[in-house]
């Protein structure tokens, strides 16, 4: 497969600031790419780079095969973007701010334009300084639709969308990637790459630390266990791989590896169980996993 | 209420300090040129019949009340002093109303136990006291000239008063406009009418005592700024006027404090219309967007230029006039004007040209800021994200910029040529424009050195553009006055404009300034196509 976006080593020092450390992203034609990672790790300094606006310090980076930073009005013409902050003109309305942005990449269609601002919900006649913010980022998010790109970029999109307008965006991107576009979305709503991306990079401290299909990603995780027995948790413990063994009243808790499932069930079948919850990995628990130490680390001190 | 205050105050603390100081500065230094300058009773004289004649001094100045020291001081500076105190009790008042209630702030602070006045009864203190503050510094910078205390006192009085007024009247303006930016336009603009009101009814006074009293007409008691100017300091003082500037802060502030009570968060009187669902054709790409952005701006000043202009051609000829009825003055008027070839109207129209050269280059700076509070505020990302390159916004933006200048320019020069027309000269209309567009260089420089800011430093665009016009508008405009060297006044860019219509035009620093501000231009052009986005 082609890669859309391809970044290798990518640096950015703003100031003494180590925004980026040797980021390595690279995005396949036609997936949905979920970039996750905490705030302050250095996403939206990425998108920008790769939008051009800023100029990486160091490491190699193309969009369409383009340098992003040189040839930014030439790969432009095929991105549609929008901001993790969207503000608009306060004195132009909606509608005004919709049109002028997508007249910048061509013009809008208009029957696309119209569907979405329906499907959206949104008031196009009011005037930018009076939108909530997340009628803000619909602004943005429909002029960024309302023209066919080869690539979407989208910085936390939904952070401000109540629960159906995430619905109408979800919508949007399965159209997109049905007409084979790529997009690369930045989120740290984890329930929203779950559902929508093919493959994942995270990143933390501007390093990327894992990346891979959530399939590959889940590998990484533990299945949290939580039966209901009076038995003794010295069995479980004996298991290798089983973590965190602790009893809470009637309930025995632990997480396993995924390396552990097998044995850990053939001694669940052992010992009689009442009753049974099992919680499968989250990227909640990835995160935990990957900042974990760190946030254990700032405990200490 | 106290809490709340002191937090506005924390806030402003630099900024009021440098309005208060700028204007202490202002008083200290122009009572200290005119003791320099008119030193003797009749140098004073001297100036003074020649203010009483001619209007249009009278309009720019005020009105001269006696020979003493103290009074020629108060004729030469107070109203100025007034508009800057008006100007920053406007700003004061509607960035603590309108503008926390615009950002929010207001809504955070309504959520605790305080009332929906509370914040803006805090405002109206601070006011009070920052308009006590100039007060005090102008008294103390009157004093130490060696001015009578008592006239140095009302002084301080009355341009603090003429604030105080202003803050009631931003108030209520902030109460009717729903933004900041409205609010400020609307009491910005009674600031203006305030300075307009007083001009013509002291133009149109009644002159006595030989030419070295006038007495307003009715409209100066139209103005708080004129109220101000009542108190005739050092000369027939009376503190009365002052009692009009309290009772319109008082009323004002109680309209405003009544108002809020009884209001909406986020209501005003004149509400926002639903606009256009689908933008206009002109609405497409970045030179679309940055025109849009400065059209009413660019009406804005240019009215003003227009006012200038009618000042200009409408006043010069009763200037002559009064001047040519008058043996003696004419000669007083002959010997002030020793070295200048031109005739006295050449050089009024000139003077005024400079005013409107300011303007215009106003008009231009706030056009090319623009392009810097797109970035800061997160919308030139948006707009790059399309297929716009920098230098494409910066290239837009000066254009509309440089259409700006040529706009109020114009305004301005053809205002003054009508009403030349109108007053029965037909032949000025063509020298009048041609006064105005010498104006032309000197604001292209302000605008292509903000240019380069703004590809160099580009934190600092706004407050280095706007700190640049002011210093390059003291230094070419009240240079002369505080009787700077000459290597500091040509500094400015507004000191190398020549003066037109005259005699004898020298061309080549025009020439240059268009020169140095193409290059400057092309440069931050190229530069800040090398620089990162910065918020």
């Not at chain 2, 009749?42 to 009278?58: D, H, K």
């Not at chain 2, 609010?183 to 002291?202: E, I, K, T, Y």
Request: charged share 15%; glycine share 12%.
């Amino acid at each position: 497969m082609k890669a859309t976006i391809e970044a290798s080593g990518l640096a950015k020092n703003f100031g003494r600031v180590r925004a980026l450390d040797g980021l390595e992203l690279s995005v396949a034609e036609g997936e949905v790419h979920g970039f996750l990672g905490p705030n302050g790790a250095g996403k939206s300094t990425t998108l920008r780079i790769l939008l051009g606006l800023i100029k990486a310090t160091s490491g190699g980076v193309t969009v369409f095969g383009l340098d992003p930073w040189a040839d930014a009005v030439r790969a432009h013409r095929d991105i549609a973007y929008v901001p993790g902050d969207v503000n608009l003109w306060p004195s132009l309305t909606g509608g005004e701010a919709i049109d002028l942005l997508t007249s910048l990449r061509g013009g809008a269609d208009p029957a696309l334009r119209a569907r979405l601002i329906r499907d959206f919900d949104f008031d196009p006649r009011k005037k930018g300084r009076s939108y909530s913010k997340g009628n803000r980022q619909k602004v943005a998010l429909i002029a960024a639709f309302a023209r066919p790109a080869r690539l979407y970029v989208l910085d936390e999109p939904t952070s401000g969308l109540d629960p159906v307008m995430e619905a109408a965006f979800r919508g949007e991107i399965d159209r997109v990637k049905a007409q084979g576009a790529t997009v690369l979305l930045s989120s740290h709503i984890l329930s929203e790459v779950e559902e929508l991306c093919d493959r994942v990079t995270i990143i933390r401290a501007g390093k990327t630390v894992e990346t891979g299909t959530l399939t590959e990603l889940r590998h990484l995780t533990r299945t949290s266990f939580r039966v209901t027995t009076l038995t003794d948790a010295a069995a479980m413990t004996a298991i290798a791989g089983v973590h965190d063994v602790r009893r809470e009243a009637d309930h025995l808790v632990f997480d396993a590896d995924t390396d552990a499932l097998r044995p850990v069930l053939q001694e669940l079948a052992a010992i009689g169980v009442a009753g049974l919850t099992v919680s499968p990995p989250s990227l909640e628990e990835l995160f935990l996993r990957h900042y974990g130490d760190e946030r254990a680390r700032e405990v200490a001190n | 209420m106290v809490r709340l205050l002191r937090a506005q105050a924390r806030r402003d603390r630099w900024q009021l300090a440098s309005w208060i100081l700028g204007i202490g500065v202002l008083a200290i230094g122009s009572a200290a040129a005119v003791v320099q300058e008119f030193g003797d009773t009749t140098q004073r004289a001297a100036l003074l019949m020649l203010a009483s004649g001619n209007p249009a001094l009278l309009a720019v100045r005020g009105t001269p009340d006696g020979l003493s020291t103290g009074s020629v001081i108060f004729f030469e500076i107070f109203t100025f002093l007034a508009v800057l105190a008006a100007l920053m009790s406007t700003f004061l008042t509607v960035r603590h109303s309108r503008g926390d209630e615009e950002q929010g702030r207001t809504e955070l602070v309504g959520g605790t136990p305080v009332s929906r006045s509370t914040a803006l009864g805090a405002t109206l203190g601070l006011g009070a006291l920052a308009n006590l503050a100039v007060a005090i510094v102008v008294t103390a910078g009157f004093a130490a000239t060696g001015l009578p205390l008592g006239g140095s006192v009302l002084t301080g009085l009355a341009t603090g008063g003429t604030g105080l007024a202003f803050c009631g009247i931003a108030a209520v303006a902030a109460q009717v406009c729903r933004t900041s930016r409205a609010a400020n336009s609307l009491a910005g603009a009674l600031v203006g009418l305030a300075f307009v009101l007083r001009a013509f009814g002291d133009a149109t006074g009644t002159v006595s005592e030989g030419g070295l009293r006038v007495t307003s007409a009715w409209p100066s008691w139209l103005s708080p700024v004129g109220w101000g100017q009542q108190v005739h300091a050092f000369g027939h003082e009376s503190a009365a006027p002052l009692l009009l500037q309290l009772a319109l802060f008082v009323v004002a502030g109680a309209v405003a404090l009544a108002s809020v009570r009884r209001r909406d968060l986020g209501a005003g009187l004149v509400g926002d219309r639903s606009g256009r669902a689908t933008a206009g054709p002109a609405l497409t790409g970045t030179l679309g967007l940055a025109w849009r952005l400065q059209f009413s701006a660019v009406i804005g000043w240019a009215a003003g230029g227009a006012l200038l202009g009618l000042f200009a051609g409408g006043l010069a000829d009763a200037a002559v006039k009064a001047v040519q009825e008058d043996q003696a003055l004419a000669a007083t008027v002959r010997g002030l004007l020793s070295g200048s070839t031109s005739s006295l109207l050449d050089t009024f129209v000139a003077a005024i040209m400079a005013f409107l050269g300011v303007l215009a280059a106003g008009a231009a700076l706030q056009a090319v800021l623009r392009v810097r509070i797109e970035e800061a505020e997160g919308r030139a990302e948006l707009l790059l994200s399309g297929a716009v390159s920098k230098a494409r916004l910066l290239v837009d933006c000066l254009a509309v910029a440089v259409v700006s200048i040529i706009v109020v320019l114009l305004a301005g020069g053809v205002v003054a040529g009508l009403a030349f027309v109108g007053a029965g000269h037909p032949d000025r209309f063509g020298s009048s424009v041609v006064a105005a567009f010498v104006q032309l260089p000197a604001a292209l420089v302000f605008v292509s050195v903000a240019a380069l800011v703004f590809a160099l430093l580009p934190r600092l665009t706004i407050g280095l553009g706007w700190g640049l016009l002011a210093v390059g508008f003291v230094l070419g405009q009240f240079g002369g006055v505080f009787k700077l060297p000459e290597w500091l006044r040509n500094l400015s860019p507004f000191s190398h404009t020549p003066i037109v219509p005259g005699d004898s035009v020298d061309l080549a620093p025009l020439a240059a300034m268009v020169v140095l501000s193409i290059v400057l231009a092309a440069a931050s052009v190229l530069l800040a196509r090398r620089r990162d986005l910065v918020a």
